[in-house]
């Protein structure tokens, strides 16, 4: 079965510095990737995601992310942060085929910035 | 363009009363549904999934059942709710038969007491 690690579960930077987000997975095909956002008492908002292709993808919100199939890795970054990206990510990998396709969840790193 | 609902937003329940939470989807035909509980610290977990009506696939036996009476409705419910209920309850939906994104509705936050 597929599993998600997101090793830290709090990071806090400050505004305007880089982010770099980890994210680790076991999966023993190329998996689906994706990374969503939460803000405070709200739903999950995609972020990015990874299919195939290029391993760097771009998301919104000035977001990136890199899949390097070597580590079973697939990092989040952003060059420079803004007060508003202040909530919960969370990582996920989709597996599995047909109606047994699901998502699993990493534990999510809360992100605190500091002005 | 598709949007999901979830209502109610919040909800505070005594121990051992009913419970009924809905989803709904619009804009899109047989999607799969999901119910997810989030708790702290602990991430998302998959409750339940739908691939279409009637059809409920149980990932954590609990205290809760789901049900879906129509093609883009999505219930879960209790007979009886305990403490360890509480939680932000999050629905679902995804393209049947695709692996494309899921898409989350704004979630329901349960607090029993």
């Known amino acids: 079965a597929q599993s998600v690690t997101q090793p830290d579960i709090h990071i806090t930077v400050s505004e305007g510095a880089s982010l770099e987000l980890r994210c680790n997975y076991s999966y023993g095909a190329t998996p689906y990737l994706f990374w969503y956002v939460q803000s405070p008492g709200q739903g999950l908002q995609l972020l990015l995601k990874?299919?195939?292709?290029?391993?760097l993808v771009q998301g919104i919100k000035g977001f990136e992310a890199e899949f390097k199939r070597s580590q079973s890795s697939f990092n989040l970054r952003k060059p420079s942060v803004h007060w508003s990206d202040a909530a919960e990510y969370f990582c996920a990998v989709g597996a599995g085929g047909g109606s047994n396709y699901k998502l699993t969840f990493g534990k999510g790193t809360l992100l605190t910035v500091n002005p | 363009s598709q949007t999901i609902h979830q209502w109610p937003a919040t909800l505070v329940q005594p121990v051992g009363s009913p419970l009924s939470l809905e989803c709904t989807v619009e804009?899109?035909?047989?999607?799969?549904l999901y119910w997810y509980r989030q708790a702290a610290g602990r991430g998302l977990q998959l409750l339940f999934y739908s691939v279409g009506i009637g059809q409920i696939s149980s990932e954590v036996p609990q205290n809760l059942s789901a049900s879906r009476p129509q093609d883009r409705q999505f219930i879960l419910s209790s007979k009886k709710l305990l403490l360890s209920d509480s939680g932000f309850y999050l629905c679902a939906w995804r393209k049947r038969g695709s692996t494309d994104t899921q898409y989350f509705g704004p979630g329901t936050r349960l607090t029993v007491l």
């Open positions: 990874y299919f195939s292709g290029d391993t």
């Open positions: 804009g899109t035909s047989n999607p799969n």
